[in-house]
C-alpha cells in the first residue's frame, strides 16, 4: 500500500513484482503517512490536508468511515500520524498544529481520550507499544515521551506524560519500538539515532535509558 501528496491510494501485489492492482484517487493527503490495521483489513489515512481521516476497506479501497474533529477557537486539528492499536479496536492520532494525542474507537470512530500540550514544540511522530498500553510521541523539543494509551489516572485534557526521555542534540523526528516492547528506537535531527532500553508497566513507573547512540 502507498499514498502520497498527489492524493493516490495504490494497492501493490507483492507476488506479481509489486504491480499496482487497485487505486484510488482525489484525496488531498498532507504527507501520505497511512496506517494499515493488524488484520489487515483496514486502511486508515489522513486527508483533506490532514483536516480529516479516512477509512478504508484495504482489499477494495472503499470507504468504511471518516473521522473529523469540530474546533472551538481558531485551533484546527492537522492529523500528522496515525496508528492501529494491536487489538485493532482502536485508532490513535497525532495532530501537529494543535499539539494534541487523539484515541477513536472502532469500528464507531468515536472519540475516547484527547491529550493536548503534548510536546512544548510540535509532535513530529507518534507509535504505539506492541502490548498497546502505551504511546510514545516524539518531538521538535527534542523530548521523547511514554504516555498511557488509554488515558487512565487523570482527565484526558491534563494526562501528563508517564516519563519523558532527554538525549537528542536537536528535535527528535521519529520513533519505533522493538517486537517486544523492550527497545525504543528514535531518530534525530543531526543525523541522530538513540537505541532506548525500556522497563514499564502500566501499574507503575516506567524508566529508560540511553543504550546506543550512533551520530
Not at 492529523?79 to 499539539?99: C, I, K, T, Y
Request: hydrophobic share 40%; aromatic share 10%.
Amino acid at each position: 500500500f502507498s499514498s502520497g501528496e498527489d492524493g493516490v491510494v495504490v494497492v501493490y501485489d507483492c507476488q506479481q513484482a509489486y504491480q499496482p492492482i487497485r487505486m484510488l484517487t482525489g484525496f488531498v493527503s498532507m504527507d501520505g503517512k497511512l496506517a494499515l490495521s493488524p488484520d489487515g483489513s483496514l486502511l486508515a489515512l489522513p486527508i483533506e490536508d490532514g483536516k480529516a481521516i479516512t477509512l478504508l476497506d484495504a482489499a477494495s479501497l472503499e470507504s468504511r468511515g471518516k473521522i473529523s474533529l469540530k474546533s472551538r477557537g481558531p485551533s484546527v486539528h492537522f492529523f500528522q500520524s496515525v496508528r492501529f492499536s494491536p487489538d485493532g479496536e482502536s485508532l490513535f492520532a497525532a495532530s501537529v498544529v494543535s499539539n494534541s494525542l487523539f484515541r477513536f474507537s472502532l469500528p464507531d470512530c468515536t472519540l475516547q481520550m484527547h491529550v493536548s500540550n503534548v510536546h512544548s514544540g510540535d509532535i513530529t511522530d507518534m507509535n504505539v507499544s506492541p502490548n498497546g498500553q502505551y504511546l510514545f510521541t516524539t518531538g521538535s523539543d527534542g523530548m521523547v515521551k511514554v504516555w498511557d494509551a488509554y488515558g487512565r489516572g487523570a482527565p484526558n485534557s491534563r494526562m501528563r506524560p508517564f516519563q519523558a526521555f532527554v538525549g537528542h542534540s536537536g528535535a527528535a523526528t521519529a520513533v519505533t519500538t522493538s517486537k517486544d516492547g523492550r527497545i525504543i528506537l528514535t531518530g534525530g535531527a543531526n543525523q541522530e539515532f538513540i537505541q532506548w532500553s525500556f522497563l514499564g508497566d502500566a501499574s507503575m513507573d516506567v524508566s529508560a535509558y540511553i543504550d546506543r547512540r550512533v551520530v
